[in-house]
């Protein structure tokens, strides 16, 4: 059984694009046969124009192509784009050619059924494939150049994600002093004897991780391999640096790696932008009574503005400026110097403890989300001040502001909140700000609005 999958490519190919154009058109005929009864001719016309649109689009994306070493989230993803786009091609040529029965809401029925089957299909097609390949089939065999610390990190990667199936059988390095603990009994000899094993078909993947030093050896290594039809990788040893958000573009066909990069940028930065303004209009129209009455308490109870606007670093680092509910006498623009927050703050006016102790004071920022400034989640926004401050002590600082701040984040809800008067504290605070950074996905973002709302926005670091 082993190799089974490769040596019938193509016949698998087909198979999954007949499966997907069965279960599609399964969904078509379920919901207009369940709510009028049949399929209209003008329906099956609209079937037909959505079924072309998705096995078109599938193709220019590659969702037939191996998806061997991409994480079932990635596939799921782009699954997602080709239906989102098809859905938009099909209802453009209803709206503009024919209208079919049942309207926009049977249409919209007809896609959500076949995203649940199409989804469901992959999932289960990845089960089964983890599970065959956890028994040792359909397995790739893969070589690896360069006993170093960064093939030990590959290696260990590869042999926690059995789900791949990629077996690494040989390890090739010209310095034989090279130990390693994981590759020792896989050591097979230097790079000229890892060109002939290659050659000689032994081998699926070659990784090539030598350090980024020996540029003339993997020169002449990927030189010498162009005469075998094995698939080569270069592991460029980025990770000696501290990386945030590491990502390969191409540059007018040049390949680049990011080092220090955003996550929100093409899809993912529509669909956070998107649950920002939806969720921050909800949330100023279920609060406006509740603010008003705020707003009314701070006027009557002391003497001044009822909303205070600081200066503070924004996305990129670009200064913005955060509204808030007033909740002191007297308060620095943050510019040139920054108090902290402290207990029993003398310049607290009557209601400011109260609202700080609930984050009450915090709400105006929803205003600051509408407008783009800042995010429902993310980090939290320091003063200009602060921020120069403590850039020149804790080790990338700066980063945190590779994303918009947040009115919550997850060194908030992780206890990392309120004062930081000691060293320690701001650097845990960056520490899980730059690991939401790394990991952020929009079921993140749901995540830490949730648990925000059951831990309570108060806490006995709200001051």
């Not at 845990?428 to 730059?434: G, N, P, Q, S």
Request: aromatic residues 12%.
């Amino acid at each position: 059984m082993k190799g089974i999958l490769s040596t019938h490519e193509r016949m698998i190919d087909l198979a999954n694009r007949c499966l997907d154009l069965l279960l599609m058109v399964f969904a078509w005929w379920l919901i207009y046969s369940w709510q009028t009864g049949h399929m209209e001719q003008k329906t099956l016309v609209m079937m037909l124009v959505n079924v072309c649109a998705f096995q078109f689009l599938s193709t220019l994306l590659g969702l037939y192509s191996s998806w061997r070493g991409q994480s079932i989230r990635t596939q799921l993803t782009w699954l997602m784009v080709v239906l989102l786009i098809s859905l938009l091609i099909t209802a453009t040529f209803n709206h503009i050619v024919i209208r079919t029965p049942g309207g926009i809401k049977l249409f919209l029925a007809v896609n959500l059924l076949s995203a649940l089957l199409l989804c469901a299909n992959r999932l289960f097609a990845r089960m089964l494939l983890s599970s065959i390949r956890k028994k040792g089939y359909n397995q790739r065999f893969a070589a690896i150049i360069g006993a170093g610390e960064l093939a030990d990190a590959l290696l260990q990667r590869l042999q926690a994600q059995t789900w791949m199936g990629i077996q690494v059988t040989g390890f090739y390095d010209d310095s034989p002093q090279v130990k390693m603990l994981d590759s020792a009994d896989c050591y097979r000899g230097n790079t000229q004897q890892a060109i002939i094993d290659i050659k000689k078909g032994l081998y699926d993947y070659l990784y090539i991780t030598l350090p980024m030093r020996e540029e003339v050896k993997i020169q002449e290594l990927i030189t010498a391999l162009t005469d075998t039809t094995c698939t080569v990788f270069f592991v460029p040893n980025v990770f000696v640096f501290q990386v945030l958000g590491a990502r390969q573009h191409f540059l007018d066909g040049l390949p680049v790696i990011s080092v220090f990069e955003s996550p929100f940028y093409g899809l993912g930065q529509i669909v956070k932008r998107i649950f920002d303004i939806a969720f921050s209009s909800l949330a100023l129209l279920l609060l406006a009574i509740p603010m008003l009455l705020i707003a009314i308490a701070i006027k009557l109870t002391s003497t001044g503005p009822v909303f205070f606007k600081q200066a503070r670093y924004g996305l990129h680092g670009k200064p913005i400026m955060v509204w808030k509910f007033r909740t002191m006498n007297m308060m620095h623009d943050g510019l040139t110097e920054f108090d902290q927050k402290q207990r029993n703050d003398p310049r607290l006016t009557k209601i400011g403890g109260f609202l700080r102790h609930y984050s009450l004071d915090e709400l105006p920022q929803f205003i600051n989300v509408l407008q783009g400034s800042m995010s429902v989640v993310g980090p939290r926004p320091h003063t200009v001040a602060m921020n120069e401050h403590y850039r020149r002590l804790v080790p990338s600082y700066m980063l945190r502001h590779k994303v918009k701040p947040g009115i919550t984040g997850w060194a908030q809800i992780n206890g990392w909140r309120g004062e930081t008067d000691t060293l320690n504290k701001m650097e845990k605070r960056v520490e899980y700000d730059l690991a939401y950074i790394e990991n952020w996905n929009i079921w993140f973002d749901i995540k830490i609005i949730l648990m925000s709302v059951i831990k309570g926005f108060a806490g006995s670091n709200a001051h």
